[in-house]
């Protein structure tokens, strides 16, 4: 069935390193592909989305590359900070007619150690 | 501007009560939607909304019901509670369908179903 996933349950990583999330998906007809970050006792926040015609996108410190090839989504966050420890979900993005939904996968926690 | 508001925050409930959980938001937004999160899962979607007077089932709809009579507010509906709808509740907002901008989401309300 339709799904999205993540590889790494989760992730831990030296403040200051970068780190890498991935996630991989199983329906090609996604319009988009977005990242959320969720801390403790809190939604999830929006952090970056990048349309399935695009490889690659960047922002503030953070990068996602889309492989359409192997279904593969990942995001790169650049010298990581305690501040970015949370839990990290990918999700599909499908809209239009009797489609418009997000398709969350299940998370990976990112702990930042000092 | 208070974004995506939910109450209430906390709840528990004996098995066949009901109850309603409210959302509202005031960013003007057409699609709003509501997803629950279970311990190990992503966020799956209940019920979704394009615009008041519209409503559509997500992946879990059974036990809940929705309405759209306004465009700031979807109540959530449970008609009769059972254990298995213990979650964390969000509710999200969006300028279009899909969430291609991203999707606000309140803070979410914590049910459990004794």
């Known amino acids: 069935g339709e799904s999205v996933g993540l590889h790494l349950p989760t992730l831990s990583v030296q403040e200051g390193d970068n780190s890498i999330i991935n996630c991989a998906y199983s329906?090609?007809?996604?319009?988009?592909f977005i990242w959320y970050k969720q801390e403790s006792g809190k939604g999830p926040q929006f952090i970056i989305d990048i349309r399935s015609n695009m490889d690659k996108r960047q922002g503030q410190r953070v990068t996602v590359l889309l492989n359409k090839t192997v279904k593969h989504l990942s995001l790169q966050i650049a010298a990581t900070q305690p501040g970015d420890s949370a839990v990290y979900f990918c999700?599909?993005?499908?809209?239009?007619?009797?489609?418009?939904?997000?398709?969350f996968g299940t998370g990976t926690l990112l702990a930042v150690q000092p | 501007n208070a974004g995506v508001t939910q109450t209430p925050k906390f709840q528990v409930l004996k098995t066949g009560q009901s109850m309603t959980l409210q959302c509202a938001q005031d960013m003007n937004h057409e699609y709003m939607s509501w997803y629950r999160q279970d311990p190990g899962m992503g966020l799956r979607l209940i019920h979704y909304?394009?615009?008041?007077?519209?409503?559509d089932q997500g992946e879990v709809p059974n036990g809940y019901n929705v309405s759209r009579s306004t465009t700031e507010d979807f109540p959530l509906r449970l008609l009769s509670a059972a254990p298995s709808q213990t979650s964390v509740y969000f509710c999200a907002s969006s300028f279009v369908p899909g969430g291609k901008n991203g999707y606000t989401f309140g803070s979410g309300t914590r049910l459990t179903v004794v």
């Open positions: 329906n090609s007809a996604s319009d988009y």
């Open positions: 999700a599909e993005a499908r809209y239009g007619g009797a489609t418009n939904k997000l398709i």
């Open positions: 909304s394009v615009g008041a007077g519209i409503t």
